[in-house]
DNA sequence: GGTGAATCGTCTGTACCGCAGATGATATTA
DNA sequence: TAATATCATCTGCGGTACAGACGATTCACC
């Protein structure tokens, strides 16, 4: 496909979707190939990031922020909690729920892991500057939280943080 | 990342692959619901527009491009020849492959399908200016083009950040 | 205070979907 | 011609998500 003219090259068409997820299907790969010591590779780390840096009370809230199923949650903290990453604890406020806190251990693998993710992303974002690559995470992330009808009319505008660490 | 112990506020992982998982989600279910003319959903108006715009030579150029199994691709435009979208057509330069071209009807679907699809990534992206839009446009594709095969294997060079062993 | 509806997490069964392997047809090379 | 590789297909298997039902618990309402 190098020998072939830009015009003729394929995945020219300008899909939203399709760069969306080609990005997502190149992280993942990356994320799993660095996720040895975590259960469902890609998906559990962003699992154990939601339970450790978003502060979700119970399980079914960590299922919708994650976009999978209740009975799949099941399982997949049972996997977690079998590795000794996550614990389920009674919630004294409302004892049908689970709060899911991170052991020590599992606070250590996620470190680990970020650093790794850092890394894979910074390679998967090599065609980019480092200032566009900040205005990508930016506008990323402000799309994805500022995404459908049923938004916080509570929500303010973030995104008051400034630049962040390069 | 910068974790500040004392910041808890909910959702504000700044977590890539959080951000593109939940954009495509998004996006993914929107075009789920305006597929009532195509099979597979998402995956098939993927499947339709990489048919139409992206002029792969062969079904494996196809399923590589779109990042699915040659198995899947089978089935896949099973479904699409039966609903008359596309047609299977011999190469004469080699008889093993198969040309896929959409027919007259597919065209027509995918073009009312695209109409449908940017009015909902308008309303996906309503939290965004049209500058940003158009921003982010370019930056998702600049990335995710910029993750093929045809970059410079030079880029393999590790950065000073200091990774793990591995 | 009591009763029914709703929610949380779990379990069970099912259907789907992708992947490995094998197969037939064809192209390429020796 | 023989041998090997590639393309597309088919088959079987394993995993995984989803619907539904269930006990436990909370909430709303009278």
Redesign the pocket.
């Known amino acids: 496909m190098s020998t072939t003219p830009t015009e003729a090259r394929p995945g020219r068409h300008s899909l939203f979707g399709w760069s969306l997820a080609t990005l997502l299907r190149e992280w993942s790969a990356r994320v799993d190939a660095a996720a040895d010591d975590l259960p ?1 590779g890609t ?1 559990g780390y962003q699992l154990l990031t939601a339970v450790v840096h978003g502060n979700l009370p ?6 919708a922020t994650l976009g ?11 996997a977690f909690e079998g590795c000794g990453l996550v614990e ?1 604890q009674l ?1 004294p ?8 806190v991170a052991t020590d251990k599992g606070l250590e693998v996620l470190a680990a892991m970020e650093a790794r993710v850092a890394a894979a992303e910074d390679d998967l974002l090599a065609g980019l500057e480092p200032a566009q690559r900040t205005s990508l995470r930016e506008l990323l992330e402000r799309a994805a939280t500022g995404t459908g009808p049923d938004e916080d009319p509570c929500r303010t505008v973030v995104e008051a943080t400034g630049p962040p660490p390069g």
């Open positions: 469902q998906r119970s399980q079914a809230a960590l299922a999978i199923d209740r009975t799949v949650m099941t399982y997949l903290l049972d389920r919630d406020a409302d004892r049908r729920a689970r709060r899911i």
